[in-house]
């Protein structure tokens, strides 16, 4: 079991930037490929950022593209997810996953079953 240690939610007014952390418990997060999804009320789970292991294919949802960033800190063994102009369409619970490398990276968000989850932090944004 790969345990995902998340930070970084909370309220904020529209027009702020949040970044979410998570860390990869006890492993090497080289091992895995990295993303963020959110679910909002009544809504299904969304793939909002991702990025490979080796860090060279990233990928963002449209509605977040151009004002998001998802990167990899070796030194912390962690991903990071900042997000630029909040708006309240963005609260959500954000959910890091993680996906061992021994599947393909595009099943992080195409095939999500084998996906390990952190346990979700909330995102709020006033308007």
């Known amino acids: 079991q790969v345990r995902l240690v998340e930070s970084g939610g909370g309220s904020v007014q529209a027009g702020a930037s949040l970044t979410l952390s998570c860390a990869v418990a006890?492993?090497?997060?080289?091992?895995?490929?990295m993303g963020w999804f959110r679910q909002a009320p009544g809504r299904e789970r969304e793939f909002v950022a991702g990025?490979?292991?080796?860090?060279?294919?990233?990928d963002y949802k449209d509605s977040v593209k151009g004002r998001s960033t998802i990167s990899r800190d070796n030194a912390r063994n962690r991903v990071l997810l900042q997000v630029d102009s909040l708006n309240p369409e963005d609260t959500a619970v954000y959910y890091c996953?993680?996906?061992?490398?021994?599947?393909?990276?595009?099943?992080?968000?195409?095939?999500?079953?084998?996906?390990?989850w952190g346990q979700g932090t909330q995102v709020t944004v006033a308007s």
């Open positions: 990025i490979s292991r080796s860090g060279t294919v990233i």
């Open positions: 996953a993680a996906l061992h490398r021994t599947y393909p990276y595009r099943n992080l968000y195409s095939n999500p079953k084998n996906n390990y």
């Open positions: 006890e492993r090497p997060h080289s091992d895995y490929h």
